[in-house]
């Protein structure tokens, strides 16, 4: 699976962006799928996740209320709705499946546990 971020931009705060991931390559099929980001000098970080048929989700608890994972499996697509935003939510945002191992019910909160990334778009948020 290869993925394809977007999205990202300049905004200020109390303001909204949605990110989206496209998924892509000849074994696409079903995939759990999870947003992460990673601020300038520290770790990547988890963000949120989704199961492959989209009927779970989790947050980390910094986001909760003010972000929205969705998909589309018929696109191909994940996206990240992301709304009142803080200038602590500055960061390069990275889209992750993994496309194996997984259950109906299985979200994955560590990097680590997928096997496909995108390229990161970045978001900024101004006071």
């Known amino acids: 699976v290869q993925l394809q971020a977007s999205g990202g931009g300049l905004v200020q705060a109390g303001g909204s962006l949605r990110l989206s991931c496209a998924a892509s390559?000849?074994?696409?099929?079903?995939?759990?799928a999870g947003w992460f980001r990673q601020a300038p000098g520290k770790e990547r970080m988890f963000v949120a996740a989704i199961t492959w048929n989209g009927y779970l989700k989790t947050y980390d608890d910094s986001v909760k209320g003010r972000f929205a994972i969705s998909r589309d499996k018929d696109k191909n697509m994940v996206y990240l709705q992301m709304s009142v935003l803080q200038p602590e939510d500055t960061a390069v945002y990275y889209c992750?499946?993994?496309?194996?191992?997984?259950?109906?019910?299985?979200?994955?909160?560590?990097?680590?546990?997928?096997?496909?990334w995108g390229q990161g778009t970045q978001v900024t948020v101004s006071s």
């Open positions: 992750a499946a993994r496309s194996h191992g997984f259950t109906w019910s299985s979200l994955f909160r560590r990097a680590d546990e997928y096997d496909a």
């Open positions: 390559g000849p074994t696409v099929s079903d995939y759990a």
